[in-house]
């Protein structure tokens, strides 16, 4: 019998993504439809609103801050996405929240796919958490999103129209999130949200799914969010990929969960990651403290 031939070429990991620009979607996808992104001036909420764009939705970006919803409306109006309003909006406030859903409604219709991506986040030993910082990350991530979700939903349920919710979340929602217990206990709400709305709203053709990104770094991250990152070098080895994730991976992906070749998925939440987040070392890497990875002297040393 022949030996199968042996390779010792360096793996390369898994493949590029086609480029930008590229959409696996039919051109006009979302002709005539209103897409509302939350957090859409940065990032990966700016990523994602563009491939909607692309595919002809009309687009409603809301944050807190008028200097990033300006730059992301100049940005995707230079890469051809005309129509996008932008509305100054804090999600823990829910009387803002429909004012906003109105002048949506009266510029473009009443938003048929909502992306509740908007998020608060930085690294923290649980020990050295403040009440405010804890309150401050699970009412943007957990009941900012429920907010949104619930003015969504009541406006379609009393047009009887049908609509989809995509809910950007974290895979520490099933792992747990050493560093990000506030992010992490959020984003495991968030995922519960998806799967009870989806039963409740299911028959009045609300669909609600979620999306985790994995590791996709991007220029508008906070610098919290950065110097953590920065504590890794070569990020890309780190991953079974072999690379990171990129923004417009994570637009396409909420592109399709929210068009109509997705209409009998809901209540799902689609991992993007390369499979990180189901690492597992054959061999146990020893452990470091959070106060360690992070730099931090002992408890009660003025750290915190
Ligand atoms: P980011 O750039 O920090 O985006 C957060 C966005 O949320 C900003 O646009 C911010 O805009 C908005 N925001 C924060 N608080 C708000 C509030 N109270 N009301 C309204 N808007 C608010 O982060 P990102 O990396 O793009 O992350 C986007 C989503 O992906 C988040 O849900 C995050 O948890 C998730 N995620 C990201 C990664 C990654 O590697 N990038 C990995 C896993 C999960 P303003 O400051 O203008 O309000």
């Known amino acids: 019998m022949t030996e199968p031939a042996k390779t010792h070429a360096r793996p390369a990991g898994l493949p590029g993504p086609p480029p930008a620009g590229a959409s696996a979607l039919p051109p006009g996808t979302y002709d005539g439809s209103t897409v509302l992104v939350t957090g859409g001036g940065t990032g990966l909420g700016k990523a994602i609103a563009a491939e909607f764009a692309r595919l002809g939705a009309s687009?409603?970006?809301?944050?807190?801050?008028?200097?990033?919803?300006?730059?992301?409306?100049?940005?995707?109006?230079?890469?051809?996405?005309?129509?996008?309003?932008?509305?100054?909006?804090?999600?823990?406030?829910?009387?803002?929240?429909?004012?906003?859903?109105?002048?949506?409604?009266?510029?473009?219709?009443?938003?048929?796919?909502?992306?509740?991506?908007?998020?608060a986040n930085f690294p923290v030993p649980a020990e050295d958490m403040s009440p405010n910082a804890w309150r401050a990350v699970v009412d943007i991530?957990?009941?900012?999103?429920?907010?949104?979700?619930r003015e969504f939903a009541r406006r379609h349920l009393s047009a009887g129209t049908p609509g989809s919710v995509v809910n950007i979340g974290a895979s520490y929602a099933w792992t747990g999130g050493p560093g990000f217990a506030h992010s992490a206990a959020a984003k495991a709400g968030v995922k519960s949200l998806v799967e009870t709305l989806a039963v409740e709203?299911?028959?009045?053709g609300i669909q609600v799914n979620g999306l985790v990104p994995g590791l996709v770094p991007h220029e508008d991250m906070t610098d919290d969010i950065r110097g953590h990152l920065d504590r890794q070098r070569e990020k890309a080895g780190r991953q079974p990929a072999l690379r990171v994730g990129l923004p417009r991976e994570v637009g396409w992906a909420a592109t399709f969960l929210a068009s109509p070749y997705a209409r009998f998925i809901t209540g799902h939440t689609l991992v993007v990651d390369g499979a990180n987040w189901q690492r597992r070392a054959l061999v146990s890497p020893p452990v470091t403290t959070v106060r360690e990875q992070l730099g931090r002297g002992a408890f009660g040393d003025g750290a915190g």
């Open 59 to 119: 687009l409603v970006i809301a944050s807190r801050k008028a200097e990033h919803l300006k730059a992301a409306q100049d940005e995707l109006a230079a890469i051809g996405c005309g129509r996008v309003m932008t509305a100054q909006c804090d999600i823990r406030d829910p009387e803002r929240i429909a004012e906003v859903f109105d002048a949506a409604t009266a510029a473009s219709g009443l938003p048929d796919v909502l992306v509740n991506n908007a998020a």
């Open 141 to 149: 991530t957990l009941t900012g999103t429920w907010f949104m979700t």
């Open 201 to 204: 709203w299911g028959p009045y």
